[in-house]
């Protein structure tokens, strides 16, 4: 098998990771990767939303399978361009990925498909969903409806926040298009937590749960990030819960798209917030997390390509996908200063060390080489990645890992797992 993966994150390093020891590979290829998928693959400069050129190299070298990381690719149509040139492309169609490129569309398929979620409108006006807030009071959640980057949800406290969330959207127009219409939303509380289903357009098979920790700092606190840390399984989520939120968020899904005439292959991250009164879709990704990926990935037994490969070819009846009864805790080595101005160019040592860790794996993100040296080239920089046979022994080793990473600028928290691991003793 010859595999291109789309992407240059820590996710996709973990894609290439896991591909990697494929008895089924032949080639893999990353476009545009990064210095950790440099050492699996081939990295290949084209950038991950150039979907003509992404066709063009598939085509010319062959490749039997396409692996996209992020979203924004598969909304743009990478998929439907692949099945044109007749390649496998382990993504929803454009119209498919809708689920994560609208959220009024996720909303009225969750209606439509009997799926429990907040209370929602859609508004493109904003007088009316200035009203609407003025009618229902605070809290309330304000979303805007297209990719925002993370950046387009305001959990209104009060009712001034929700009006100022509404007036950026949808008068500053400060996220652009994507925020000309918005889904204004009743405010749940409860535990997150992130299920991952292999999808391939009917069937879906789980392949795993995490919960991640999205705010900067220790015990959660200071701004949102795209995310450092990450936990699996969750605390408060167990097999049992999970195989239950297929049935409840993930194949209602799949049927109501496949009714609509839309497939959905590929990885289907249904976020979901643990509510008193069950379980309540907060919104659909169409590909995998990051540090999710990272997370999960290490503990699967299943190979990955072979998965994949059945999702694509409708096949996933005659497969399950086996995790090692492992807990895996993630580590985000970002640079100082992010989310806001972080520094560049600085050098990145004893990485050889960190990775030499038993049973911890790290993935690059954001990193560049300079004069053969691993240098600091973005916020997200390494992820550390440990495993153990319990949530304290992943945690030591990807701490380990982590100590073992020699940086000027690395900042990281350092409570990974401790809240996962504090629910696990009480209960
Ligand atoms: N209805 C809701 N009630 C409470 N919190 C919410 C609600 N919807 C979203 N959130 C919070 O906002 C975060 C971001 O919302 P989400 O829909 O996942 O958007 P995105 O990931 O695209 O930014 C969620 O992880 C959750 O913490
Ligand atoms: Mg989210």
Request: hydrophobic residues 50%.
């Amino acid at each position: 098998m010859r595999v291109l993966i789309v992407g240059s994150g820590g996710r996709e390093h973990a894609l290439a990771w896991a591909i990697a020891s494929s008895p089924l590979l032949v080639k893999l290829f990353v476009a545009p990767g990064n210095p950790g998928t440099a050492t699996l693959a081939e990295n290949v400069p084209i950038g991950a939303l150039d979907v003509a050129a992404l066709v063009a190299f598939a085509r010319a070298q062959k490749i039997d399978l396409v692996v996209p990381g992020p979203e924004a690719p598969l909304v743009a149509g990478l998929a439907d361009a692949m099945a044109v040139a007749g390649i496998r492309c382990c993504g929803p169609s454009a119209a498919a990925a809708q689920l994560e490129g609208s959220k009024a569309f996720a909303k009225e398929i969750c209606d439509a498909a009997g799926i429990p979620t907040a209370a929602w409108e859609r508004f493109d006006d904003a007088a009316a969903a200035l009203d609407f807030v003025a009618r229902r009071g605070a809290p309330i959640v304000v979303k805007a409806d297209g990719l925002a980057a993370g950046k387009g949800v305001v959990v209104a406290q009060t009712e001034a926040d929700a009006n100022a969330a509404i007036h950026a959207m949808m008068r500053a127009h400060e996220m652009g298009d994507a925020g000309a219409s918005v889904v204004i939303e009743a405010c749940l509380e409860g535990d997150e937590v992130s299920l991952f289903a292999l999808c391939d357009g009917t069937d879906a098979v789980l392949i795993g749960a995490a919960q991640d920790h999205k705010r900067l700092g220790d015990g959660d606190t200071g701004p949102n990030t795209g995310g450092m840390g990450a936990v699996s399984p969750p605390a408060g989520f167990d097999a049992a819960a999970q195989a239950q939120a297929m049935d409840m968020f993930v194949r209602p899904a799949l049927a109501e798209l496949a009714r609509r005439e839309m497939m959905f292959r590929g990885i289907l991250f249904a976020g979901l917030m643990l509510t008193e009164s069950g379980p309540k879709l907060i919104e659909y990704n169409v590909r995998f997390g990051d540090p999710e990926a990272q997370t999960l990935l290490p503990r699967l037994r299943t190979d990955l390509l072979t998965s994949l490969l059945a999702a694509c070819d409708g096949e996933l009846k005659h497969i399950s996908i086996e995790q090692a009864p492992l807990a895996a805790v993630s580590v985000v080595l970002a640079a100082r200063g992010y989310p806001v101005a972080y520094e560049k160019g600085s050098v990145i040592g004893g990485l050889e060390a960190a990775a030499a860790v038993p049973h911890a794996a790290v993935f690059h993100a954001g990193t560049d080489i300079k004069n053969g040296l691993v240098v600091a080239n973005g916020g997200r920089v390494l992820t550390v990645c440990g495993t153990g046979p319990d949530l304290t022994a992943a945690r030591t080793a990807a701490y380990r890992a982590v100590e073992a990473v020699t940086w000027e600028d690395k900042m990281f928290r350092t409570d990974i797992g401790l809240r996962a691991l504090a629910r696990t003793q009480l209960s």
